[in-house]
């Protein structure tokens, strides 16, 4: 008896927004080739201020090898999983997906609003900052997991999307007030949303997929990855819990009100100045 669905199930359309869908077997095809044509067409442009592509993802579990492949070569990525169970086979799928990453370039934290003012935590606690403490540069690894882990026969809440985000890091000296600083941001160009899961089975299964540059979903899943990364995980974290390692610091009070006294008693006095 064949296991397999027949190639009638297969259809392809295109997307009110210009971008491809799929219905029926193999739709990580359609994901891993939006991946190369995106990654090709910004590499032709090679606008000036531009740090390369980006991705930012989200999926119940990734074990394809070209998917993963694709993630490890990208120039900037970060793709969160649900936080797996631990026991032999676990152990042995996750390290293997972590070997197939291990070289990985990560994504850079402060490229997201969202994250830039966070720090990782110090033992399970917040840092405390002054107004001397260095700007952190927080390299996230391309996998990271977010959740709960299930112990025994207890469900937990898991995350479950496929979702990804593509897009375009790029650096300014300039911040909104218009000082000199080094910025760098982050700006979607393009989503894949489907059914399937990132792995080598769901190629045999019955899927959608779908491509969008649609702003208001593209701005909405910036929000939602990058709430996911923010609380996400190492891959394969000692807690069972949702404990992210990206924490709001603790900031020294005392320290932060003697610099801004200094700054006060460093400044002209404007009202002596004009007498002059």
Partial sequence: MSSSFSHHFN????????????????????????IDEYRHELERQRRSRS?????????????????????????????????????????????????AVKDASGFPARALPHLEGLRLHEDGAAPVVGP?????????????????????????????????LLGELWWHDEDGSGAVADVIGFTPSRLWLGSANGTESSRRSLEFGLWTQDPGLMEAAQKFLAEVVAQSEELDPDSNTLTPDLVEPDYDDEEMW???????????DEGHRDSE
């Fill in 11 to 34: 259809v392809q359309a295109v997307a009110a927004e210009g971008g491809p869908a799929q219905f029926g077997t193999n739709v990580l095809a359609g994901l891993v080739d939006g």
């Fill in 51 to 99: 740090l390369g592509p980006g991705m930012l993802g989200a999926f119940l579990w990734v074990d394809d090898t070209e998917l993963l492949r694709h993630i490890a070569e990208f120039p900037s990525a970060c793709v969160v999983v649900s936080k797996q169970p631990r026991g032999p086979r676990s152990l042995e799928k996750l390290r293997k997906v972590a070997d």
């Fill in 132 to 164: 001397g403490s260095a700007s952190p540069d927080i390299q996230l690894p391309a996998l990271r997991s977010l959740g709960y882990r299930k112990a025994g026969e207890h469900l937990v809440p898991i995350l479950h999307t496929k979702m990804l």
């Fill in 258 to 268: 003697e610099a801004l006294t200094a700054l006060a008693d460093d400044a002209p």
